[in-house]
């Protein structure tokens, strides 16, 4: 007869009783068969198994994923897990892995270069500071702008394109509430940002003479503010941790009650502060100077 590839049988147990004992034969013969038939089982099974739909609140992507539904219990998974072949398991991670794990990592270093910038302001804002000072308050605040600018666009593109989806973030309020720490991190730094734009504009019109160093007043301003930025940032990676884990999720709310607060915190607080530094008069610093 002719042989096959799989799952194969002896072809006869005649043909070969002058070789092999029957009892080996027929022990032989037994597991094949069971083996044939466990195949056409778990085959069957796979060819009946279909991927349960999934809400929005649990939906880790855009297209449904079957070992991540919250429809199936643990021994269901288990036995889902088991079942799938090697081929499809990887077949079934998101097609945009690598763009979504570099997005990601570029989201988490623009936070991680935020509070890098934020130290190095705090440490060098003191009475007394020098050119070299305020240079090095010019380098921490350009960057700060860098990172801040690299978390808004890969932060939008995890809500939209990666992540659980924009349908999860929309209805999540503690989303919003991230947004809205960031918009008053963002709205914060306006004001010492405004201050070292107009004394790099004193100290390259005066060129190499020194200008007056910043007053008491003002350091102390901007070290409660730079703080305030500092404390915003550190309570994002909190509600980051309980947004992915759909703790306070709201079915109801539209997203646009939940994007009203970071627009308010953002452009009200961007406009006190903006105008906070454009009214700023450094009488006490220059009369110090002057004596």
Not at 102 to 125: D, I, N, P, Q
Request: charged share 20%; hydrophobic share 45%; aromatic share 8%.
């Amino acid at each position: 007869c002719t042989p096959r590839r799989t799952l194969a049988l002896p072809c006869s147990l005649a043909e070969r009783s002058d070789t092999r004992s029957p009892h080996k034969l027929t022990m032989r013969s037994i597991a094949l068969i069971a083996m044939a038939a466990f195949a056409v089982r778990e085959s069957e099974a796979f060819a009946t198994l279909k991927p349960p739909r999934l809400s929005p609140r649990h939906s880790r992507s855009q297209q449904p994923d079957l070992l991540f539904s919250p429809d199936l219990s643990v021994p269901e998974v288990a036995a889902a897990a088991t079942s799938l072949p090697a081929p499809l398991l990887a077949a079934s991670a998101a097609p945009n892995a690598l763009a979504s794990a570099v997005v990601a990592y570029l989201h988490y270093a623009g936070f991680l270069l935020s509070g890098v910038c934020l130290t190095a302001e705090r440490l060098t804002l003191k009475e007394g500071m020098g050119k070299a000072d305020d240079n090095v308050l010019s380098i921490a605040d350009s960057l700060y702008g860098v990172a801040g600018l690299v978390i808004v666009v890969t932060g939008y593109l995890r809500a939209t394109q990666f992540g659980k989806g924009w349908e999860f973030y929309a209805h999540e309020p503690i989303f919003w509430l991230k947004l809205t720490l960031l918009a008053v991190a963002g709205a914060a730094s306006f004001f010492p940002t405004a201050i070292i734009i107009q004394r790099a504009l004193r100290q390259r019109d005066a060129g190499e003479a020194p200008i007056p160093p910043m007053s008491p007043r003002l350091v102390a301003r901007m070290t409660s503010i730079v703080n305030a930025e500092l404390l915003a940032l550190a309570s994002i990676p909190l509600t980051a941790t309980t947004m992915s884990r759909g703790i306070g999720y709201a079915e109801w709310l539209p997203w646009q009650v939940g994007a009203l607060p970071p627009a308010l915190a953002l452009g009200g607080l961007g406009y006190k502060y903006i105008n906070e530094a454009l009214s700023w008069k450094e009488e006490e610093g220059e009369k110090r100077a002057a004596e």
